[in-house]
């Protein structure tokens, strides 16, 4: 039995699990080989280990299966095409690059809180996309730094 809640996952956690139930959850339960269940959909997305690394496989398959038993209905919708799926990703990945957009303005403005709020946001539309091959992790690490150095110069 799963020791793991869905709210027990961070926001970030939560967004790669929603987007990944999302864009391939109507495919499996739409299977009539495997699917028709929400425990089929859990299990055919975590199996491996790879949706949530952090996390052991039949945890991750239980937070989908609490996801599904709150919102069935994200899985009874029509089967997403492939090129349906690249303009999800992709549009989430515009919608980050707006965000980061922002929130290189608001580095550049000093406004250090809401540029590592801003970094947070794209996170969390698009947890798994790396602009510039960069991880939002070292994103607010350069913002982290700048203040740093912008609060020692100030003092000094």
Request: proline share 5%.
């Amino acid at each position: 039995m799963s020791t793991l809640n869905l709210d027990d996952l961070t926001l970030v956690e939560q967004a790669i699990l929603r987007h990944a139930v999302e864009d391939h959850g109507p495919g499996i339960y739409a299977n009539p080989l495997i699917g028709g269940s929400h425990q089929a959909v859990g299990r055919y997305l975590t199996e491996g280990g790879k949706l949530l690394p952090a996390h052991d496989w039949r945890d991750v398959w239980g937070c989908v299966t609490q996801l599904l038993e709150r919102e069935p209905q994200v899985v009874t919708g029509p089967v997403p095409t492939q090129a349906e799926l690249a303009e999800r990703r992709d549009g989430r990945n515009r919608v980050a690059d707006a965000l980061l957009a922002a929130a290189l303005e608001a580095f550049q403005q000093g406004r250090w809180s809401a540029a590592i709020e801003l970094v947070d946001r794209a996170e969390l539309v698009a947890p798994e996309y790396h602009p510039s091959g960069r991880s939002y992790e070292e994103l607010r690490g350069f913002v982290r730094q700048r203040q740093t150095a912008s609060t020692a110069e100030l003092r000094g």
